[in-house]
């Protein structure tokens, strides 16, 4: 999971995140971003998340620790 | 005398996989594939399975292509009679994440492969000039347009410009045809199509719903007939209505 904020980082177009950032509030979040994001779990980690997971979740930190608890699974 | 057969690609799961079925009824395959055990699966599900062989090989190492089939067809004394290129990766990201490296091996498995293939196929010491019938699966995606599709409509497309220009250059010899898909459910589906939000959204764009791997099968099947002996250069939608569904969503 190291590269984890990178990762977020270049798909929105941002230097670096934190946990507390919103999703739907950066500049480059769009419909296509969450299939990024699902493509990237699936790709990279393994984990499959599914878009209504993807709509519950507000911020990066939430999303790190969902990919985090699907990764210890 | 050697043996006749077809090769398909990507036969180790979803398309490829029902085509190698349907196919074995009256065909000898060979099973192409980067993984030897779910190659074995799939031809466990053939008609008479000792009688089809296997190819491992790994189709984004494109140089490693020509000599692993051609040792293939050597040893084993076969003849190609069909290809039908099933092998495929997707892959959906913004244009702005393109690069050479993520564009090249997409290009790798989808088309350059099938070039090595078809090139290797077609030389007279190695398959005796037999190859008669090429079959490209291709996908709705190289004549229409999807957010965060850019690299595999392109791979597709790719695959359809070659499929019209060989099929001029080959024939009366060779029939080359394409088959465009819209969503079927296979594995690299199933997670999209898993999905509830996903799934809803989609069906309500198909008019007669996701399709089955049997649905482009079975047209395979009637083009590598010879039922279908005065068709070649065409690109055939296998897609529900998708396509020419344009109502209020």
Redesign the interface.
């Known amino acids: 999971m190291d590269n984890f904020y990178e990762k977020m980082a ?2 929105l ?1 941002v230097d670096k995140v934190e946990d507390s950032e919103v999703l739907k509030d950066f500049e480059a979040w769009d ?3 969450s ?2 994001i ?2 990237m779990a ?1 790709s990279d980690y393994n984990i ?1 998340i ?3 997971d993807l ?1 519950k979740l507000e911020t990066i930190g939430e999303l790190k620790s969902l990919i985090d608890s699907k990764a210890k699974k | 005398m050697s043996q006749s057969c077809i090769l398909v690609t990507g036969a180790s799961s979803g398309i490829g996989q029902k085509i190698a079925i349907q196919l074995s009824k009256y065909e000898t395959l060979i099973l192409g594939g980067k993984n030897a055990a779910k190659l074995a699966a799939t031809r466990e599900l053939c008609e008479n399975p000792a009688k089809h062989h296997i190819w491992e090989c790994d189709l984004e190492n494109v140089s490693s292509i020509r000599q692993s089939l051609e040792v293939l067809i050597q040893h084993n004394n076969l003849s190609v009679h069909g290809f039908i290129h099933c092998a495929g990766m997707m ?4 244009m ?2 393109v690069d050479y490296q993520n564009a090249l091996q997409i290009f790798n498995v989808n088309f350059f492969s099938a070039t090595e293939i078809i090139s290797s196929l077609l030389k007279k010491k190695i398959n005796d000039a037999k190859l008669a019938n090429i079959i490209f699966i291709s996908a709705i995606l190289a004549q229409y347009g999807a ?2 599709h850019n690299l595999y409509s392109a791979t597709k497309a790719a695959l359809d410009g070659l499929m019209r220009s060989i099929a001029v250059e080959l024939a009366p010899n060779t029939r080359v045809n394409s088959v465009l898909p819209g969503g079927i459910r296979t594995p690299m589906s199933e ?1 999209a199509y ?5 799934l809803e959204n989609t069906l309500k764009e198909y008019p007669l719903g996701i399709g089955e791997t049997a649905d482009v099968a079975n047209l395979v099947e009637f083009l590598i007939s010879d039922k279908a002996k005065w068709i070649t250069g065409q690109q055939f939608i296998v897609d529900g209505g998708r396509t020419i569904n344009i109502s209020n969503k």
Request: overall charge negative; cysteine-free.
């Open positions: 270049e798909l177009e419909s296509l971003t299939l990024s699902i493509a699936d499959k599914y878009t209504e709509l | 892959k959906v990201m913004h702005r994440s957010k965060g997670h898993n999905d509830p939000v996903i």
